[in-house]
């Protein structure tokens, strides 16, 4: 039987560099799968069914919301409907598979109460001004856009001590070695192992029978 697997939330502010980590992680390890979402916008050329979303009407995402099948969800600028479906990411993780989502602390915090075993990572930068840079270099924002990051980054860094662990994304490989330790760490804690306590407490011991002499 596989072991459960991990849900692994990633969150962090916006050009922290979190996709990328999440991408070098997904390419890494063949036990990591990205969280599929469902979403009420239309299907687009190129998309496939439950591999880039589960489509569903507004009807549909509604009556999920009302059986509490999501372990988050939110509306974007009030027009299309985005969730993570609970039962996908619960079939991942009995499958052995470790389900990560990339995600804002409001969501995070949404799936935190939902779903408690879930493994919280923050992705920090090792400085404001460093953020900046990277927000000025991807040259797809005004600066005053830039400028509404930066002060959007103070209110998520504000979150850190929901979290379980943060990481400083100064190195790629670095991040990435460290949110690996980290699942190691977290597959190795106790509350994850009640399985093998109740085998060893309920293993039965051979009596030692003593040796015969010749």
Not at 2 to 26: E, Y
Not at 115 to 132: Q, T
């Amino acid at each position: 039987m596989n072991k459960k697997g991990l849900l692994l939330v990633l969150s962090g502010p916006s050009g922290v560099g979190k996709g990328t980590v999440a991408a070098s992680l997904l390419d890494k390890h063949n036990d990591i799968c990205f969280s599929v979402s469902a979403t009420t916008r239309q299907i687009r050329p190129g998309e496939q069914e439950g591999v880039s979303y589960f489509y569903k009407s507004v009807e549909e995402f509604n009556s999920m919301i009302a059986n509490n099948e999501f372990l988050e969800y939110m509306c974007v600028f009030g027009k299309n409907y985005y969730g993570t479906p609970r039962a996908y990411v619960e079939n991942k993780l009995n499958q052995g598979m470790n389900v990560l989502l990339d995600i804002d602390v409001q969501g995070a915090m949404s799936v935190k109460a939902n779903y408690p075993e879930a493994v919280m990572v923050f992705i920090a930068p090792p400085s404001l001004s460093v953020l900046r840079s990277r927000l000025v270099g991807r040259a797809t924002e005004t600066p005053e856009a830039v400028e509404r990051r930066l002060a959007e980054c103070k209110t998520e860094l504000a979150y850190i001590p929901k979290y379980d662990y943060v990481v400083v994304n100064d190195d790629l490989n670095a991040a990435v070695e460290a949110i690996e330790c980290i699942l190691s760490s977290a597959k190795c804690a106790s509350n994850r192992n009640n399985d093998l306590l109740q085998q060893l407490m309920n293993e039965e011991i051979e009596e030692m029978k003593p040796e015969v002499l010749s």
